[in-house]
């Protein structure tokens, strides 16, 4: 098994913590975004690692890392980082976003899910949404599980909770028959997007697609996306609010709550 770590943001929102490092090397209590992730991955005995770069790669240099780079970083968004690396899309592979960390049991439980295509949600979002965000509703998006636990819907913008069963965090898994659906899935839609409407999300180009508007595009084309469900455990670091916030949390002795630093 391998992961692939989606590492090329500029993260503008974290400036200026990030007019001279990358998103991933922003530092969150005494180590940064990436090392935090790394020692996560190898204490789930995942000794695969790529990470694939956007933004001041050379500032990203860690030892047995293999490593790939989106040179169209500032132009593009997710799936065109993910495909970057087209060539490590192969037998089971775990990708993950470069602005998160996470317990090593919800890390171990993707390890764990057989599922073809497998999907990390939290369940405990709320709480949580309402930590960083005024309005959680202005952030938080469309994720809807059936009764067998089958994502029906993901990434669309709500006006209510209703929508919203649980929410993504940038975890996931593809492997056997899902990993080539992937691969051939991306391709197909990539060569339907030339007649200049993009399938996976018709608002925006292609290649800015998010990996929510690939993983609802899989959805309604009739593939089944397992969501592996989740209570907290994690921690997204998108903008100085939430850099701010943690801080505050850790302070008061309240990040707990979210994340356990020691597992």
Not at 144 to 162: A, E, L, M, R, Y
Request: charge should be neutral.
């Amino acid at each position: 098994m391998k992961i692939i770590i989606l590492a090329a943001g500029e993260g503008t929102r974290l400036r200026p913590l990030t007019l001279k490092n990358p998103k991933c090397l922003v530092n969150l209590f005494g180590k940064s975004i990436l090392e935090w992730q790394l020692e996560t991955i190898r204490n789930c005995q995942i000794n695969q690692i790529v990470i694939v770069t956007g933004f001041l790669n050379k500032k990203i240099n860690f030892s047995d890392i293999k490593y790939y780079h989106n040179p169209n970083y500032s132009k593009t968004n997710m799936v065109e980082t993910l495909f970057s690396a087209k060539e490590e899309l192969n037998d089971s592979v775990i990708i993950s976003y470069g602005d998160i960390i996470y317990e090593k049991k919800v890390l171990q439980s993707l390890v764990n899910s057989q599922e073809d295509i497998s999907v990390i949600v939290d369940d405990n979002w709320k709480e949580y949404w309402e930590t960083r965000f005024t309005n959680p509703l202005d952030d938080a998006e469309s994720l809807i599980i059936d009764k067998d636990g089958f994502i029906t819907d993901i990434g669309q913008k709500v006006t209510s909770f209703n929508k919203i069963c649980a929410q993504f965090i940038g975890l996931m898994k593809f492997q056997g028959a899902g990993i080539e659906f992937l691969n051939d899935f991306y391709e197909s839609k990539k060569n339907a997007a030339k007649n200049g409407t993009n399938p996976l999300n018709p608002s925006i180009p292609f290649e800015k697609s998010y990996m929510t508007d690939l993983l609802d595009s899989m959805i309604k084309s009739g593939k089944k996306i397992k969501a592996v469900n989740i209570k907290n455990g994690w921690l997204e670091l998108d903008s100085m609010n939430d850099y701010e916030t943690y801080k505050k949390l850790q302070l008061e002795g309240k990040l707990s709550k979210f994340i356990n630093l020691e597992k």
